[in-house]
């Protein structure tokens, strides 16, 4: 049998390495992958400590002993993280994370990666923080540390300035638009019978198709998909009318990381108090920034 040419085989091992990598885009309340479950262990925290390279509370000291930080940032989930013509990663989260390197006084060196493996990377001494569209929740709190909120994500109910709602019972005798067995969908379907008349379409872009069309007076959309409808379509002057439900992202630093994690919600606050959230929020959502948790 003949031999595999050279350029061949080293295409056919590019090619099931992409495959490897290739998996589904985690929003802000994701689960992770098997590898760190398995870091979480009967007391409820993760021994990082135990992991090759990993110093637990002296990631601050390695930052400014290097000049360096690294972050883990999406490059296939915008508004939060893509890879733009220029082939620069660019989103919401890029422009938090030059802002935490300016403020710890070092240089920033961004590391995409996809959904599943934001944790692992920070657990195996990848990457020295997350900053990537990361949900908090009780499995996650296990393993590592969160910031305070930075960004928005959340279900909320939008349409044409002119449409006047803020709450739920302001929906009744609405035409509202909802993709089929989406959060916003098991959300509405808790209302009582009659409350809102309900249109359900097969996908997040059809339920946008049929607010722009005028199929629907409203729709309960997430966040992200609203920023792109809002985006795209200038001229319907479409808002945010109230959240229905909220699941901000954080920032995650490896546990025991506590002085890194003081001075990083510290440059978190003073972006917020300074208006630059807001301005990143206007830029990539399409905007206001909404009101986050302060904890």
Known sequence: MNAIPKKWLQFIMLFLASLLMTVSVA??????????????????????????????????????????????????????????????????DIDVARE?????????????????????????????????????????????????????????????????????????????????????????????????????????SLTASALVSGQVELIATGNVVAAKLIRDNPDKQIDNKFVMKNSPCYIGVRRGDTNLLQKVNAIVRDLKKSGKLNQFSQKWLGEPLSELPTV
């Open 27 to 92: 929003a802000c309340n994701s689960s992770e992958s098997s590898y760190v479950k398995s870091l979480s262990v009967t007391s409820g925290t993760a021994s990082a400590a135990s992991l090759p390279g990993v110093n637990p509370g002296m990631t601050l000291e390695q930052i400014q002993s290097t000049g360096k930080v690294r972050v883990a940032v999406p490059d296939d989930f915008p508004p939060f993280g893509a890879v733009g013509s220029d082939m620069q990663v660019r989103g919401y």
């Open 100 to 204: 935490i390197a300016k403020g710890l006084g070092v240089d920033l060196e961004l590391i995409p990666v996809v959904g599943n493996y934001r944790i692992p990377f920070l657990q195996t001494n990848r990457v020295d923080m997350v900053i990537s569209s990361l949900g908090k929740n009780k499995e996650r709190a296990k393993i590592i540390d969160f910031s305070i909120p930075y960004a928005p994500f959340f279900s909320g109910i939008y349409g044409e300035k002119n449409v006047k709602v803020a709450s739920m019972e302001d929906l009744k005798g609405r035409t509202l638009g909802v993709a089929q067995g989406s959060l916003e969908d098991l959300e509405l379907s808790k209302l009582p019978a009659g409350t809102v008349q309900m249109k359900r379409f097969a996908s997040n």
